[in-house]
């Protein structure tokens, strides 16, 4: 073997839940969790900002292949803002850009303030984002001071808290749906108050079903062996709990391996009902082998997980595979 080719342990499939670090890009923690993770393959199911810290879904091997499913759940943040004061990139990390006085506002203002920015709203993107426009990211444009249109999107606030409130700073925590910047929200609520605001602390508490609590710290991460951090990986199954599931018998493994069709009437007909159009396809101990879409009497298979039908083999990888981003 090659000295720059490791073996992949095959039962490295599954979704690894790290509490970001403040200081640190999501991409740098793929790369690290890959690297202990023997090279294999490496995403993420939604990027956060370097200084945010929280909950992110590291997606190792097959689960790369779940990134948009699981991107497109809700997002639960906390997070702190100072009235008062603009910067260029939003939050605290940037050049302040103007000062403001605060006025005086009391606890049911700020209630009130919160409340009107719940609901369906059209937000505008940062100019700090990996959002492209023409084909490039508007942080670029950024950094070279240059002023680009930026578009806007459709976002849903389910809820937005105050947690404490002592001028300049608030508190809050917020549900909202993927793509809302809390960046831009933190904005636009000091827009309201006519002073300006950014954020200065935020931390994602849960991205869909996974919770901060579920997840390890970064350093703890790194120093576990392969065995303990294949031993700490979420199964494709449980990452893919809110969808209904399907039994296969073991012999309709093979064709469904190969991509083909499978007959409706397999496993449970209470499950493979009328409307049921989407499901991931399991084994009989609950291990998820695919998603499949209905196509009249068929089973479609959209994404097959290899991994699932490899019991005890490995492959070899090289050590300059490219991680996988995941949003």
Same mark, same amino acid.
């Given at each position: 073997?090659?000295?720059?080719?490791?073996?992949?342990?095959?039962?490295?499939?599954?979704?690894?839940?790290?509490?970001?670090?403040?200081?640190?890009?999501?991409?740098?923690?793929?790369?690290?969790?890959?690297?202990?993770?023997?090279?294999?393959?490496?995403?993420?199911?939604?990027?956060?900002?370097?200084?945010?810290?929280?909950?992110?879904?590291?997606?190792?091997?097959d689960?790369?292949?779940?990134?948009?499913?699981?991107?497109?759940?809700?997002?639960?943040?906390?997070?702190?803002?100072?009235?008062?004061q603009?910067?260029?990139?939003?939050?605290?990390?940037?050049?302040?850009?103007?000062e403001?006085?605060?006025?005086?506002?009391?606890?049911?203002?700020?209630?009130?303030?919160?409340?009107?920015?719940?609901?369906a709203?059209?937000?505008?993107?940062?100019?700090?984002?990996?959002?492209?426009?023409?084909? +490039?990211?508007?942080?670029?444009?950024?950094? +070279?001071?240059?002023?680009?249109?930026?578009?806007?999107r459709?976002?849903?606030?389910?809820?937005?808290?105050?947690?404490?409130?002592?001028?300049?700073?608030?508190?809050?925590?917020v549900?909202?749906?993927?793509?809302?910047?809390?960046?831009?929200?933190?904005?636009?609520?000091?827009?309201?108050?006519?002073?300006?605001?950014?954020?200065?602390?935020?931390?994602?508490?849960?991205s869909?079903?996974?919770?901060?609590?579920?997840?390890?710290?970064?350093?703890?991460?790194?120093?576990?062996?392969?065995?303990?951090?294949?031993?700490?990986?979420?199964?494709?199954?449980?990452?893919?709990?809110?969808?209904?599931?399907?039994?296969?018998?073991?012999?309709?493994?093979?064709?469904?391996?190969?991509?083909?069709?499978?007959?409706?009437?397999?496993?449970?007909?209470?499950?493979?009902?009328?409307?049921?159009?989407?499901?991931?396809?399991?084994?009989?101990?609950?291990?998820?082998?695919?998603?499949?879409?209905?196509?009249?009497?068929?089973?479609?298979?959209?994404?097959?997980?290899?991994?699932?039908?490899?019991?005890?083999?490995?492959?070899?990888?090289?050590?300059?595979?490219?991680?996988?981003?995941?949003?």
């Amino acid at each position: 073997m090659s000295p720059r080719a490791r073996r992949i342990d095959a039962r490295m499939h599954g979704v690894l839940l790290v509490d970001k670090p403040a200081g640190h890009t999501s991409h740098d923690v793929v790369a690290r969790v890959r690297r202990a993770a023997g090279f294999v393959r490496c995403g993420h199911a939604g990027t956060l900002d370097p200084m945010a810290t929280g909950v992110l879904p590291v997606l190792l091997g097959d689960a790369t292949r779940l990134s948009d499913c699981l991107m497109n759940h809700d997002k639960t943040y906390a997070f702190s803002l100072r009235f008062g004061q603009t910067t260029d990139t939003q939050d605290a990390e940037g050049r302040v850009l103007e000062e403001r006085p605060v006025p005086e506002l009391s606890g049911d203002r700020i209630r009130q303030l919160l409340a009107g920015f719940t609901g369906a709203q059209r937000q505008q993107v940062p100019m700090f984002s990996a959002v492209k426009v023409d084909g +490039r990211p508007l942080h670029r444009a950024a950094r +070279r001071g240059q002023d680009v249109a930026r578009p806007e999107r459709e976002v849903m606030i389910f809820s937005l808290e105050l947690v404490s409130w002592e001028s300049p700073v608030l508190s809050a925590v917020v549900r909202c749906s993927k793509g809302t910047y809390v960046r831009q929200l933190a904005h636009d609520l000091g827009e309201a108050v006519g002073c300006g605001a950014h954020v200065t602390a935020l931390r994602r508490v849960r991205s869909g079903a996974f919770d901060v609590t579920r997840a390890l710290p970064l350093t703890d991460v790194l120093a576990l062996d392969e065995d303990r951090l294949s031993a700490a990986l979420l199964p494709l199954r449980e990452a893919l709990a809110d969808w209904p599931a399907v039994v296969i018998p073991p012999e309709q493994e093979r064709p469904l391996r190969d991509g083909q069709d499978l007959p409706v009437s397999i496993g449970d007909a209470t499950i493979a009902g009328d409307d049921l159009r989407a499901v991931v396809l399991v084994d009989g101990s609950g291990r998820a082998l695919a998603l499949a879409e209905r196509r009249d009497d068929r089973w479609h298979p959209t994404r097959v997980f290899p991994g699932s039908f490899e019991k005890t083999t490995c492959i070899s990888a090289s050590f300059h595979q490219n991680p996988v981003s995941g949003g």
